[in-house]
């Protein structure tokens, strides 16, 4: 069936290859395309004041960048630090402990053979970079599908970082509740703003469901994780000029 489904294509590609001309590429396109999507306004009260227009690039392969995108965060975060000695790295066993013959007993060399308790690790954890690289580009197009696919849940904030005059977690949960987030600690709240504020920041960091990012630590985990992402106005201005058209 699968032969069968490819037959078209392979036709058109021996054609091509007979007329001089390239073959079309059977693989996946990932190029990029502009789309747009409406953001709901809000200011501090809660109150909707308007919509946004906004306009980012998506993946045509979306799915697969993004996903490539995550594992690559979740690899990057192991340390790898895990290792178990062997029988050359464990310490002593370097006399044989008893003689080779005579004794009834198995041939020993050393004490410390993976065999003994106190001996050395037979295929045990060592010392590894789990790193994985992405292109620039490849990372910076799936941060922007990403935040294009999280539209539906995103909500935009005036003047965000002005509502903190001092930190006072009590004030970032009733912002929340009047945002309708939950404040229930099941669901994950993400908010977005340009650069760090410090009472914003004191404000959010007691509360366990708010992940409070800056646009210099974005990543596409913690908006896949987020069921509602409240970004601020100046926030949205920089990812319009970073990842739209």
Do not use: W
């Amino acid at each position: 069936m699968l032969l069968r489904s490819l037959l078209p294509l392979l036709v058109v590609a021996r054609a091509a290859a007979f007329a001089g001309c390239a073959a079309p590429s059977l693989a996946p396109s990932r190029h990029s395309a502009v789309q747009m999507g409406a953001v709901a306004v809000v200011g501090t009260d809660g109150a909707k004041t308007g919509e946004e227009d906004v306009a980012l690039k998506v993946a045509n392969a979306g799915a697969y960048v993004v996903h490539r995108k995550v594992v690559a965060e979740q690899a990057n975060m192991r340390l790898g630090t895990a290792m178990a000695k062997t029988r050359s790295e464990v310490r002593g066993g370097g006399r044989k402990p008893y003689q080779q013959k005579g004794t009834g007993r198995a041939r020993r060399g050393s004490s410390r053979s993976p065999l003994l308790v106190g001996g050395g690790k037979s295929f045990g954890p060592r010392q590894k970079s789990y790193h994985i690289n992405m292109n620039k580009k490849e990372k910076k197009l799936a941060i922007s599908t990403a935040l294009m696919g999280a539209l539906p849940r995103m909500t935009l904030v005036n003047e965000l970082e002005s509502q903190f005059s001092a930190p006072k977690t009590a004030e970032m949960r009733a912002f929340l509740e009047r945002l309708e987030a939950d404040t229930s600690g099941k669901e994950n709240t993400m908010m977005l703003i340009k650069e760090r504020h410090e009472n914003t920041y004191l404000s959010a960091r007691n509360i366990p469901y708010l992940n409070l990012k800056t646009l210099d630590n974005i990543n596409a985990r913690d908006i896949l994780r987020a069921k509602k992402l409240v970004v601020s106005q100046s926030a949205m201005a920089t990812i319009k000029e970073r990842y739209g058209a």
